[in-house]
Nanobody, 128 residues
Framework: QVQLVESGGGLVQGGGSLRLSCAGL????????MGWFRQAPGKEREFVAA????????DYTDSVKGRFTITRDNAKNTMYLQMNSLRPEDTAVYYC?????????????????????WGQGTQVTVSS
């Protein structure tokens, strides 16, 4: 069983930065495809970014490209999302997700239903 714990959310002014962390408990995450998703009030959960097991390859939704950076430190069993130039439309609950399959080979790293494990979420609020 894998437990994912997010931290780092909060309230920030537009143009500001936050770094989210996702720590894995119970199992090493080095063999997992990992991703970040977000859900704004009244909207479906959507893909934000994903990273391969090695951390070499990443993917982002268009709206965050050039502003957000996903990384992972397998030695610390932790994944990160550095968020810069934040906008009010980035306001949402952010969730980290992990799956033991190599979703870059199988496909579906942008799909919520492909991930087996989820964190509890952390609120990010960006004021205008």
């Amino acid at each position: 069983q894998v437990q994912l714990v997010e931290s780092g959310g909060g309230l920030v002014q537009g143009g500001g930065s936050l770094r989210l962390s996702c720590a894995g408990l119970g199992r090493t995450l080095s063999g997992f495809t990992m991703g970040w998703f977000r859900q704004a009030p009244g909207k479906e959960r959507e893909f934000v970014a994903a990273i391969t097991r090695s951390g070499v390859t990443t993917d982002y939704t268009d709206s965050v490209k050039g502003r957000f950076t996903i990384t992972r430190d397998n030695a610390k069993n932790t994944m990160y999302l550095q968020m810069n130039s934040l906008r009010p439309e980035d306001t949402a609950v952010y969730y980290c997700a992990a799956d033991p399959n190599n979703l870059w080979v199988e496909g579906g790293w942008r799909v919520t239903t492909r991930y087996d494990y989820w964190g509890q979420g952390t609120q990010v609020t960006v004021s205008s």
